[in-house]
């Protein structure tokens, strides 16, 4: 099972626009395709994966990117993470 937080695509756009930056430009930097950044934006999800992809290639944060995610998923999500790394 795929690990996923919240996308607010409202929130993606405007910080590419601060940027300055396409979501094709996005995809040719990262490691990540635009059909599956769009995709994220579609569905109102991102994988962990991709997550970490997109915000290392911008040097920001998941808040920053994606907006918050207050949802008891991704609370619980990241109480495991923290268990794994720590």
């Known amino acids: 099972m795929a690990i996923k937080r919240h996308v607010d695509a409202e929130i993606f756009k405007s910080y590419l626009k601060s940027k300055n ?3 094709g430009m996005l ?3 990262s490691e ?3 059909k599956t950044i769009k995709r994220c934006l579609k ?4 994988t962990l994966g991709v997550a970490l992809d997109l915000c290392q290639t911008l040097q920001c944060n998941f808040i920053d990117l994606f907006g918050e995610d207050e949802s008891t998923m991704w ?7 923290y268990k794994i790394i720590r």
Request: no cysteine; hydrophobic share 40%.
């Open 43 to 46: 569905d109102g999800s991102v």
């Open 75 to 81: 609370k619980k999500t990241m109480v495991k993470l």
């Open 21 to 23: 930056m396409s979501i």
């Open 32 to 34: 990540s395709s635009e």
């Open 27 to 29: 995809a040719n930097l």
